[in-house]
């Protein structure tokens, strides 16, 4: 019952709120950087690479092989900015009161989301780089929706996005650092994140 375990993990319909964060995307889109199709795929593509790779998904695997406390605050204390912060803290306290509910033990005070989500993998026996591979999807399919909402992009556009990005998944998930080469170095999400935390007129949360 594995699989259909993390496809409940990874779908859309889990009750954390991740629909309503755009990660600095929308703030890309208001700066101009993103304005299209091209731009939008060239933006998920290096956050993806760059940050979610080399930072969360090295996060998410060595919680699922042994969740710790510091790693989890280590891994709040990487968020640049106070709306990236309040988003991984807002949704991974969701997911852990959904996996109380759940019969899933939460053994982490105030869970980022990595790790909420290492601790149902943990606890449903999931296989660890599948695991990685849809967690890197789920944030990839509401990236996508977002800039399809806020470009704003048509559907047929978003899927071949999808479709392009999500073959690079799997490798992405095979990318194992030493603790010291974890890296979440993207200034320009950083700073564009923290001009959303004051735009005027928004649609995402983040």
Do not use: C
């Amino acid at each position: 019952m594995s699989l259909p375990r993390l496809l409940q993990l990874a779908s859309p319909t889990l009750p954390v709120g991740a629909y309503s964060y755009s990660q600095g995307l929308e703030a890309a889109i208001e700066a101009g950087y993103v304005k299209d199709a091209v731009s939008a795929q060239g933006w998920i593509d290096d956050v993806l690479e760059l940050s979610m790779a080399r930072m969360e998904a090295q996060v998410l695997r060595a919680q699922i092989n042994g969740p710790t406390q510091e790693r989890n605050d280590f891994f709040v204390a990487t968020r640049e900015t106070a709306e990236l912060r309040a988003e991984t803290l807002q949704m991974g306290q969701s997911l852990a009161r959904l996996l109380a509910d759940l019969g899933v033990p939460v053994a982490i005070e105030e869970p980022a989301f990595p790790t909420a989500f290492a601790l149902a993998v943990r606890h449903w026996n999931i296989e660890p780089h599948e695991a990685v591979v849809a967690y890197l999807w789920s944030w990839l399919e509401n990236q996508v929706m977002a800039a399809i909402k806020a470009v704003p992009l048509g559907q047929t556009a978003g899927q071949k996005m999808l479709l392009s990005l999500g073959d690079r998944l799997g490798a992405l998930a095979d990318l194992h650092l030493a603790e010291a080469a974890w890296s979440n170095f993207t200034p320009g999400l950083a700073y564009l994140s923290s001009q959303h935390e004051t735009q005027y007129s928004r649609l995402f949360r983040s």
